[in-house]
């Protein structure tokens, strides 16, 4: 028997916004979707186009509030092959939320308060 990895996923508060967000800070894409009849939810399947490994954005219709993420202490983690071009964009972006320049990486935040490891190649 083997297990590997399909997807992550994430609960998000304003999917447009979110759709956006990972875009232009990770350059994932939309690669399928689903909503059923009643469109109470909707699901989204990012993609790096190069992996596998894919991140489900889950909207919830009734969610009246934005999520509690307790302390937040998972992650995903993203591999960049120009380190420095992403560090740059993200900064103008305003999404950087913690450096850590003794182990090379930083991490930003999504529109949610997810926090994303961005480690160089």
Not at 26 to 34: A, E, S, Y
Not at 91 to 111: A, L, R, T, V
Request: glycine share 4%; hydrophobic share 40%.
């Amino acid at each position: 028997m083997k297990f590997t990895f399909a997807h992550n996923n994430l609960n998000v508060y304003d999917l447009e916004k979110s759709l956006d967000f990972y875009e232009k800070a990770l350059d994932l894409k939309v690669v399928r979707t689903f909503e059923p009849e009643d469109k109470s939810f909707k699901l989204v399947y990012l993609s790096d186009g190069s992996t596998p490994h894919q991140l489900e954005l889950t909207w919830l219709r009734d969610m009246d509030r934005p999520y509690n993420l307790g302390d937040n202490e998972f992650h995903l983690a993203f591999v960049v092959d120009d380190f420095a071009a992403a560090y740059k964009k993200h900064k103008e972006m305003g999404c950087i939320c913690f450096e850590n320049p003794s182990m090379g990486i930083y991490f930003i935040s999504d529109p949610d308060g997810y926090w994303l490891e961005v480690v160089p190649a």
